[in-house]
């Protein structure tokens, strides 16, 4: 793992991390894409909201789906796995064997009131373009965000 920090000034310091490949972070974001791509496969109108864990040997998936379709998600976790390389115990993980443990909500219909279509369109007298869809697209509701803490 490398680690920056850079001194802004007397009061603020930014810090950054960065991983290699291979750390549990970026084998964590290749599953959550894999169970993504395999549900987008299914059904185009998946909702997910996916998060994964990993420790030696165990990986857990959480979240929310709303989907019409299926996918075994233990199997595109070890697949995952394999094909990231984690394919003997000795490298201390091993997609063959390792533990997979799901536990996904469907996603709550609030959300999907927000992110299915957007106000305009859901307003009888929104202002909408024709032959506009971006103007109907919902907002997710996940953002990034960066900022800093003060007293």
Known sequence: MWLEVVLLSEKRLFTSESVTEGH?????????????DGLLAVDQESRV???????TGLVFVMGEISTQ????????????VREV?????KYGFDGDTCGVVTSIG?????????VNHALEKRTPDACVQPNHDWDTVGAGDQGM??????R
């Open 85 to 89: 390389g984690y394919t003997r115990a």
């Open 145 to 150: 965000i960066f900022g800093y803490a003060v």
């Open 106 to 114: 469907e996603q709550s219909s609030d959300i999907s009131m927000g």
């Open 49 to 55: 909201a996916c998060e994964v864990c990993a420790t």
């Open 69 to 80: 379709g299926y996918v075994d998600i233990p199997r595109i976790v070890r697949e995952t």
């Open 24 to 36: 549990p972070d970026k084998v964590c974001d290749q599953i959550a894409d894999a169970v993504l």
